[in-house]
């Protein structure tokens, strides 16, 4: 089933930028995100034979990505080749300038995100092409995150905004039989973040 929404997403913005944004900005150096390109991997027999399972392995993955996320960041950016495992490789472009970011300025993250509200946004199984399309909006949560220099200070400003909406959007691995995070955009339609 499809599920069609009127409001689209408006920006690429990429999970590494969210936590480091007040840290980068501050230093001057905020990296800048290539663009990058969704291009789903057909696949002959669909993986998912009904919206719960396709939202299910959604979270999953989701899950796993920001699991690995966070841990290259505590890791100040050091080997952000791990997230590969969860991510397509445009998406693993578009975050790695952040990593780098992180890296050379000598900034790393403690404590984790999360994530709410998690549903479906649109779900085939096949399209004209053949290629399944998934999405979901996602409520990202960094208030457990902070952003410490060398000296192992806190760069977060006070003001961050700590929860952001926005769409997730996933890749079939066919041979694996399981989806990867292809892209995550903001939201610009109501925020659905709940209160916290």
């Not at 291009?39 to 719960?52: G, M, R, V, Y």
């Not at 939202?55 to 100040?76: K, T």
């Not at 996933?170 to 659905?192: K, P």
Request: glycine share 6%; charged share 25%; aromatic share 8%.
């Amino acid at each position: 089933m499809t599920y069609l929404v009127r409001m689209r997403p408006k920006s690429r913005l990429a999970t590494v930028a969210l936590v480091l944004a007040a840290a980068l900005s501050a230093a001057g150096c905020a990296p800048e995100a290539p663009a990058a390109e969704r291009t789903p991997t057909p696949s002959a027999t669909p993986l998912f034979a009904s919206d719960e399972e396709a939202l299910a392995a959604a979270e999953e993955a989701y899950a796993a990505y920001q699991h690995v996320s966070d841990a290259i960041l505590v890791d100040g950016g050091a080997e952000p080749e791990r997230l590969l495992e969860v991510a397509t490789e445009a998406q693993y472009e578009y975050e790695k300038a952040g990593f780098d970011a992180a890296k050379a300025n000598g900034l790393r993250s403690t404590g984790g995100s999360t994530f709410d509200t998690f549903s479906l946004m649109e779900f085939q199984p096949r399209d004209e092409d053949g290629e399944m399309k998934l999405s979901a909006f996602v409520c990202d949560d960094f208030r457990n995150v902070d952003v410490l220099d060398a000296n192992g200070e806190s760069v977060v400003a006070s003001d961050r905004p700590d929860r952001f909406p926005r769409v997730a959007y996933f890749e079939a691995r066919a041979v694996e039989l399981r989806i990867v995070v292809s892209a995550i955009d903001e939201w610009e339609g109501d925020n659905f973040c709940r209160s916290a």
